[in-house]
């Protein structure tokens, strides 16, 4: 696992995308959300920020 900065809230995170699973493999996103965190940000977000992208997608579905 790599040590990541969260770009969002400058927390630190683990990332294991290098090593083929990370956590974030399970956050579920729509298209649209994941296009804008891809044109916000440059790295990886931390477990709750990117979590609460897949919170509002769940909340716009209902």
């Known amino acids: ?23 974030c493999f399970d956050i579920r996103l729509d298209q649209d959300a994941l296009k804008n965190i891809r044109e916000m940000y440059e ?8 979590t609460r992208f897949e919170t509002n997608v769940v909340k716009q579905k209902i």
């Open 1 to 23: 696992m790599t040590q990541k900065k969260c770009p969002q809230c400058s927390g630190i995170l683990e990332c294991g995308v290098d090593q083929g699973t990370c956590w």
């Open 43 to 50: 790295d990886c977000l931390c477990k709750d920020c990117l």
